[in-house]
């Protein structure tokens, strides 16, 4: 089941594995897409990825970028990006655009703009001696603009697909999430209210792009704060409103850096005790959705045959690496050959770095 080909969001893929959205920290100084980053995509289709969902990409010139992040943001981000799927495509592979505002989440940010926020709130963890700007409804609504703008160039680049970060507490996760979003207008308070800023971007894209161009959404499951916390109960009807928007596909993870210690979205594994660690809330959001949109899970898959277990006693449609495929982006042709010894992989996250993000022991092999 898992290395059978299927459709999967709109989108035909040679097997279940898809390749989670992973941060590369390979643009140049324009944020546009370096030589080594069309190596890397080409790897990673060679490798036997059904589907690629790249690094985030930055939409929006109201904020500054991440350090080595690509862009999106204007049209002249379109020709290179045109290079980029033409060298996935011409390794066989598919590839999704992960798209994202990131608001005050910006750990090394580079570049003119404001740090964003829902509320001024300042994150748990990172830390910045930039103030935060509360957003102001007109600009709220020119966000949706600047989103359903790169959803369109994603479609005019050749990408298979979008992505919405809506996790991991860039801007439509805090906006998601009590502790951060203190709004009294109609972008806070109600869990519908709090919800407004993500599914008009939804609906504002799926209009521009059309019925049938694949966009998928990638959504916590729960953040795991001590307070202030989007719940479980409340991700689920946040993605039965998104599949009435418009979306294809959608991949559970959870966390932000205010997370509890070791609930996050990056964890070890080893210390946890716990792999696989959203396989459960995603087995009952796929549940509830039965028929009406393919879910998927990242987060702590390590082995294949969990993997097909998983599919094969759930309705989750897709199982989506990250770490893993830093280091051995041949991971599943390996497990597809008949080697099916777990992924080398030991979740120590030493490979997330400000640029050129790789395993350090692909590193030492270097």
Known sequence: MLFDKTQIGGIDATCRIIRSATFEGMADINGYPTERLFQNYETLADGGSGIIITGMMAVSPMEPYQHCQIRISSDDCIRPLQKLTAHVHDHGGKIIAQLVIMGSAIALPEGDGMLISPSGIPEKVVITESPLHVLQPDEIEQ????????????????????????????????????????????????????????????????????????????????????????????????????????INAIEISGGNTASLPRQGPIRAIRRTKEPMYFASYAADAAACLKSKVDIGVVGGFRNVTDMEQCLQTTNISFISLSRPLLREPDLPNRWRKGDKAPALCISCSRCFKAENVNCIFNEKKD
């Open 143 to 246: 966000l949706v603009r600047q989103m359903t703008a790169a959803v369109v160039r994603a479609k005019k680049a050749g990408y298979d697909g979008i992505q919405i970060h809506g996790a991991h507490g860039y801007l439509a996760s805090k906006f998601l999430t009590p502790y951060f979003n203190k709004r009294t207008d109609k972008y806070g308070g109600s869990l519908e209210n709090r919800a407004r800023f993500l599914l008009e971007c939804i609906r504002a894209a799926r209009e521009a792009v059309g019925p049938y161009f694949p966009m998928w959404l990638k959504l916590n499951s729960a953040d795991y704060m001590e307070e202030g916390s989007m719940t479980f109960e409340e991700s689920k009807k946040v993605m039965t409103w998104a599949v009435k928007a418009g």
